[in-house]
């Protein structure tokens, strides 16, 4: 009896040995961090709702390899500071497998390098910043384009695409402002061409009427935009109100009904950068894949419609549960870690073209260029590259 004792006693100190944290035989147990209370919440809510309707549809079905997906939020109200600690409980209290899906270009990067030193894989970030994926870190894997990406695809659009001669640039005095504007223009550079006029604001002022006769001084073609929704909003009606006709390009995080809501018959016109396909009647296998996504998100949210941060934190689930599925049955970070480094153009229900490798943690190397006509979001282009 002491000798079975001591066999099972062994046994089990070597299964803890050999075991991965977060891993055991019914579930996997991850986390993300979210903004559910605060100026942000409506993002991080619709975020977390994206994340859970994806993993309560994969695990009504019986989990991944019979392990269901135990998915904890913490709250940190996308202050960095908070990030830090919420996160840090995860990993040395809670014990998750991997962080997915946080939200907030500050936070990820307050977090970033604590995830890669513990071995934690950190799968999607809901920011743009390319310091992220640039250069890679192993346990980082990016899906959003990052604002490098999307700066040198508008300079590709702007000149190769829609033949503009006199591009303007305003941006935002932040990192989301200043990575896009400096991509743009090293890419301008490329085709020999500059831009007709620059504006540096910050998102914290109200009032753009000083700054918008420097626009009004060089009447440029077009004016790209790197702002986000409501400061955006607020520099097309001062553009407009003051005359100027210019085209104006703004980026994929206003690519929102609610930009559309805010900006009312100013919207009229406006090209957007885009990374998750449109469902139009010329796509209709787009078409069938978004009445899917809808239809698994109505699972748990009954008839709410999926707004384009839910969509986020869908294809921040359905990356992460793919990678699961390559990894198999012996669940391993660093099991994970190699499935997800053999993505190549992957193709989930709304996750498109991902890609990444040994050396590539930019799991998303395409755009496309889309407009508002009607009030309604039309698609310009197909998947462009650099």
């Known amino acids: 009896m002491k000798k079975l004792l ?9 299964a803890s040995l050999f075991a991965e944290v977060g891993v055991y035989p019914d579930k996997i147990v991850i986390g993300t961090f979210q903004a559910l209370s605060g100026p942000y919440a409506i993002i991080g809510q619709e975020m977390t709702k994206g994340m859970r309707a ?19 939020v913490a709250d940190d109200q996308l202050n960095p500071a908070k990030t830090v600690v919420e996160v840090k409980r995860l990993v040395e209290q809670d014990k998750v497998f991997a962080i997915v899906g946080g939200l907030g270009t500050y936070g990820c990067l307050a977090v970033m390098d604590y995830l890669e030193q ?25 899906v959003q384009p990052d604002y490098t990406l999307e700066g040198t695809l508008i300079a590709k659009y702007v000149t190769e695409i829609a033949k503009f001669k006199a591009p303007a640039i305003v941006y935002m005095n932040n990192d989301i402002g200043l990575e896009g504007y400096a991509a743009f223009k090293e890419k301008l550079g490329d085709y020999k061409m500059s831009t007709v006029a620059e504006v540096s604001y910050n998102p914290a002022d109200t009032d753009y009427s000083g700054l918008v006769v420097r626009l009004l001084e060089k009447n440029p073609d077009v004016i790209v935009i790197y702002g986000l929704i409501t400061d955006t909003v607020r520099w097309i009606k001062t553009i407009r109100d003051y005359g100027l006709q210019s085209k104006i390009i703004t ?46 998100f109505q699972e748990t949210y ?11 934190g869908f294809i ?3 990356v992460f549960v793919e990678g699961l599925i390559r990894a198999g049955k012996n669940l391993t970070r660093e099991g994970l870690v190699k499935a997800l480094e053999s993505f190549k153009n992957w193709d989930g229900i709304l996750a498109k073209d991902i890609t990444w490798g ?29």
């Open 251 to 296: 980026i994929y995080p206003n690519a929102d009904p609610s930009f559309v809501q805010l900006a009312g018959k100013y919207a009229e016109g406006v090209i957007l950068t885009g990374w998750v396909p449109l469902a139009t009647p010329d796509r209709p296998d787009f078409v069938r894949d978004y009445q899917r996504a809808v239809s698994i």
């Open 118 to 142: 513990n071995k934690v894989p950190f799968v999607y970030q809901g920011a743009g910043t390319s310091k992220l994926v640039i250069p890679p870190k192993r346990y980082i894997f990016g």
């Open 6 to 14: 001591v066999v099972l006693v062994a046994l089990l100190i070597f």
């Open 358 to 386: 040994p050396n590539l943690r930019r799991g998303k190397n395409s755009m496309y260029f889309m407009t508002i006509k009607n009030g309604q979001f039309l698609p310009l282009t197909d998947l462009i590259r650099p």
């Open 302 to 312: 009954p008839k709410q419609a999926m707004s384009s941060y839910a969509v986020a």
């Open 54 to 72: 994806y993993f309560n549809w994969i695990n009504k079905r019986g989990g991944v390899y019979g392990r269901k997906i135990e998915l904890i």
């Open 316 to 318: 921040a689930a359905e």
